[in-house]
């Protein structure tokens, strides 16, 4: 497509975007947003999915990183995504270094990037594609998944998950591309869970061009057998991908709803409009819990979610399991043991 400009002599000339225009330009821009990012040490639950994994620093074999659970052992042991976690084990054949699993974020934002502008210009135009590109690579959505180095998860599923769409869009000109989405699909699916949702969107593709279904579904079932193929092998590691209770102590013995209303509670909009906020801050004192275990049992979330992100901030973890909170770290110092157990003795 072009855009009409005046050349050098006064005379119209034309400016063609091309589809490598939007793709190099997104991927750039992606790659020089994120940057800064290299600067952090390991933060938040890189402490625990990253840092100091024995079996991704010194992998006794690659089979035995092919069979580690995502979440380490004392966190479970839960979730299957050996993707991401080889890609850890490869980073640290490299460098131990966080500065270069930061680094490795960034460049699979510019890949990720770089990939869904290249779906946007096949859908909708190169100029679309540029925009839409540009748009996403400076999106505030994404800071967490590039700050982070386990948001490493979130970025190449989005980059398997752009493969698998691109290479369904050309699937119906050419076969070939039908191994291409079961290539994205697999990455996407070895990298999180929200690749199960890849099939749908296959669909939508195909909808939102004016196809319809009719010739979307053999790029959809390319899709669908990928990622059944991932639950497959997955009996067979052993390793559980859905937590009955989470992560959070206090919440093993609760069933869904019970779950769910926990975290509703911790909502910060609930608890304002309920008072649950008058209880809530307690690193300034001691308030009485509430008698109903739902309740109890967001205290208990609250306490493990805000120990696990100020023991990320700070990096350091006291004998009883909480953060060592210092001046400029995640809030004011704790009160004593006291302040901990109202925090951890719930149950």
Request: hydrophobic share 50%; charged share 15%; aromatic share 8%.
């Amino acid at each position: 497509m072009g855009v009409n400009e005046l050349s050098h002599d006064g005379t119209p000339a034309r400016l063609t975007i091309r589809a490598w225009h939007g793709v190099v330009f997104a991927g750039l821009l992606a790659a020089a947003v994120a940057a800064p990012s290299i600067r952090n040490e390991f933060v938040a639950d890189d402490q625990w999915v990253v840092a100091n994994r024995q079996v991704l620093e010194h992998p006794p074999s690659v089979g035995a990183v092919l069979k580690e659970p995502y979440w380490p052992a004392s966190f479970g042991g839960v979730m299957w995504r050996p993707a991401v976690i080889s890609s850890f084990a490869i980073d640290y054949q490299v460098s131990t270094s966080p500065h270069w699993f930061h680094a490795m974020n960034v460049v699979w934002a510019a890949i990720a990037t770089a990939l869904f502008a290249l779906l946007a210009c096949e859908l909708a135009g190169p100029v679309v594609g540029l925009i839409a590109g540009l748009l996403f690579a400076v999106h505030p959505v994404h800071v967490e998944a590039v700050a982070n180095v386990v948001g490493r998860a979130e970025l190449m599923a989005a980059a398997g998950y752009a493969v698998a769409l691109v290479c369904a869009n050309r699937a119906e000109r050419d076969a070939k591309y039908l191994l291409g989405v079961m290539l994205g699909a697999a990455l996407a699916i070895t990298a999180k869970e929200i690749a199960v949702t890849l099939p749908a969107a296959v669909l939508l593709v195909y909808v939102g061009r004016g196809s319809g279904l009719r010739p979307a579904w053999r790029p959809a079932l390319a899709a669908a057998g990928a990622i059944a193929a991932y639950f497959i092998v997955h009996a067979f590691v052993g390793i559980r991908t859905f937590y009955a209770g989470g992560l959070a102590v206090g919440l093993e013995h609760l069933g869904v709803f019970e779950r769910t209303w926990a975290m509703v509670r911790l909502s910060p909009r609930h608890r304002d409009r309920t008072g649950l906020g008058r209880h809530y801050d307690l690193a300034h004192q001691q308030r009485p819990l509430p008698d109903r275990i739902p309740d109890r049992r967001a205290y208990a979330l609250s306490g493990v979610l805000r120990r696990r992100v100020c023991a990320g901030l700070s990096g350091n973890v006291d004998p009883l399991g909480s953060a060592a909170l210092h001046t400029g770290g995640c809030g004011r110092r704790r009160r004593g043991a006291a302040h901990h157990r109202s925090y951890t003795n719930l149950a």
